[in-house]
Antibody, heavy 128, light 107 residues
Framework: EVQLLESGGGLVQPGGSLRLSCSAS????????MSWVRQAPGMGLEWVSAISPGGSPDYADSVKGRFMISRDNSKNTLYLQMSSLRAEDTAVYYC??????????????????????WGRGTLVTVSS | DIQMTQSPSSVSASVGDRVTITCRAS??????LAWYQQKPGKAPKLLIYAASTLQSGVPSRFSGGGSGTDFTLTINSLQPEDFAIYYCQQANSFPFTFGPGTKVTFK
């Protein structure tokens, strides 16, 4: 069974740092791009960051320069290092995977940009 | 960045009704669009991808259409378990963006 399990959330003061982890199982982790998506309390969904199987990252403008996505394919784990946290970063953070593995053709690689499955999420609260 | 809008923001409906939700992208995204359903306290669930392809295991009463900038999600014969919030998402280019959501409530 495919599973994504986030951890590392909690209460942190403004300006502080936190590292989220997403432990993956039931599939070949190294073959998939992975993403973080967040949802502030009572609000909609916001894509935060993605990383290719080889480690190439992309970020939302709202977190660029403050958050860093990484992965350890040997540990089947995705990370999100968050720093300079703000109140507006308060949200449930979901780890998500596209339905199909990344595929490469003609020297270029492609990943689906939609997500299934998702983890259950981990709550990050930024408050003094 | 590509902005996504949805209408209506909420809709009241009864079991058995047909509900149609519209999503519009601020620029052409071809068919790089997905639809999700989210229930309270749960992660989103992928319903439709590539604008009109039904994800495995999703009931056939859900259907998607459109291309370019305008898309629809239709729920035929609404069931009690369909009362939820529905989001569209563009997957054409980074940063991926979601619509604000449409809440389907019981009339």
């Amino acid at each position: 069974e495919v599973q994504l399990l986030e951890s590392g959330g909690g209460l942190v003061q403004p300006g502080g740092s936190l590292r989220l982890s997403c432990s993956a199982s039931g599939f070949t982790f190294s073959s998939y791009a992975m993403s973080w998506v967040r949802q502030a309390p009572g609000m909609g969904l916001e894509w935060v960051s993605a990383i290719s199987p080889g480690g190439s990252p992309d970020y939302a403008d709202s977190v660029k320069g403050r958050f860093m996505i990484s992965r350890d394919n040997s540990k089947n784990t995705l990370y999100l290092q968050m720093s300079s946290l703000r109140a507006e970063d308060t949200a449930v953070y979901y780890c998500a995977r596209p339905p199909r593995p990344t595929y490469c053709s003609g020297g270029s690689c492609y990943s689906d940009g939609w997500f299934d499955p998702w983890g259950r999420g981990t709550l990050v609260t930024v408050s003094s | 960045d590509i902005q996504m809008t949805q209408s209506p923001s909420s809709v009241s409906a009864s079991v058995g009704d047909r509900v149609t939700i519209t999503c519009r992208a601020s620029q052409v995204i071809n068919t790089w669009l997905a639809w999700y359903q989210q229930k309270p306290g749960k992660a989103p669930k992928l319903l439709i991808y590539a604008a009109s392809t039904l994800q495995s295991g999703v009931p056939s009463r859900f259907s998607g259409g459109g291309s370019g900038t305008d898309f629809t999600l239709t729920i035929n014969s609404l069931q009690p378990e369909d009362f939820a919030i529905y989001y569209c998402q563009q997957a054409n280019s980074f940063p991926f963006t979601f619509g604000p959501g449409t809440k389907v409530t019981f009339k």
